[in-house]
T-cell receptor, first 115, second 114 residues
Framework: DTAVSQTPKYLVTQMGNDKSIKCEQN?????MYWYKQDSKKFLKIMFS???????INETVPNRFSPKSPDKAHLNLHINSLELGDSAVYFC??????????????FGQGTRLTVV | AQSVSQHNHHVILSEAASLELGCNYS??????LFWYVQYPGQHLQLLLK??????LVKGIKGFEAEFIKSKFSFNLRKPSVQWSDTAEYFC????????????FGAGTRLFVKA
């Protein structure tokens, strides 16, 4: 009964390919996020969705496209993968601020390696 | 722009030493504050959080943090570290109104020598 689950855990792919990472949360949260953690462990938010609506879109190449079919899922699709996309991608979820004092719960991460 | 600063990037301690990791943020409004820990090869786990009330909050594994509003700080402390505390520690801030994102500091890598 994992709270936030991501698949796959590891992904190795060649430059130029298109890949997707899936995320599901069973916490009943309204808000979901994608974070990128680079090789220096720096965590940067990429996207946030609230009830299937895009709320935050940081400066991310448009090769990255999030998709939220329902509020429990937030998938990340990446087109034309580049070497610099290699990182660990974390999905997270939380209640909306002001609607419950909860922290963000993180998934296990997906280690993406582009070769 | 809102930012979170962690002053120490790498900390090396011997077991039983005391720990204090600094965290300052730049946002002036009401905030929620967090410390997360990431053990090697694992995901982020919450150590402790502050939303309101007593500015001294206690978390898991003997960690505590103190919110000092006038200094925009939320430093993490542990009186006696263990080898198993070796991990990356992240301070994080979320605006309590109008914002949906949690901003993380750059992290502090703690290595505890046995």
């Amino acid at each position: 009964d994992t709270a936030v689950s991501q698949t796959p855990k590891y992904l190795v792919t060649q430059m130029g390919n298109d890949k997707s990472i899936k995320c599901e949360q069973n916490l009943g949260h309204d808000t979901m996020y994608w974070y990128k953690q680079d090789s220096k462990k720096f965590l940067k938010i990429m996207f946030s969705y609230n009830n299937k609506e895009l709320i935050i879109n940081e400066t991310v190449p448009n090769r990255f496209s999030p998709k939220s079919p329902d509020k429990a899922h937030l998938n990340l699709h990446i087109n034309s993968l580049e070497l610099g996309d290699s990182a660990v991608y974390f999905c997270a979820s939380s209640q909306m601020p002001g609607q419950g004092n909860t922290e963000a719960f993180f998934g296990q991460g997906t280690r993406l390696t582009v070769v | 722009a809102q930012s979170v600063s962690q002053h120490n990037h790498h900390v090396i301690l011997s077991e039983a030493a005391s720990l204090e990791l600094g965290c300052n943020y730049s946002y002036g409004g009401t905030v929620n504050l967090f410390w997360y820990v990431q053990y090697p090869g694992q995901h982020l786990q919450l150590l402790l959080k502050y939303f309101s009330g007593d500015p001294l909050v206690k978390g898991i594994k003997g960690f505590e943090a103190e919110f000092i509003k006038s200094k925009f700080s939320f430093n993490l402390r542990k009186p006696s570290v263990q080898w198993s505390d070796t991990a990356e520690y992240f301070c994080a801030v979320r605006r309590n109104t109008g914002g949906f994102k949690t901003i993380f500091g750059a992290g502090t890598r703690l290595f505890v020598k046995a």
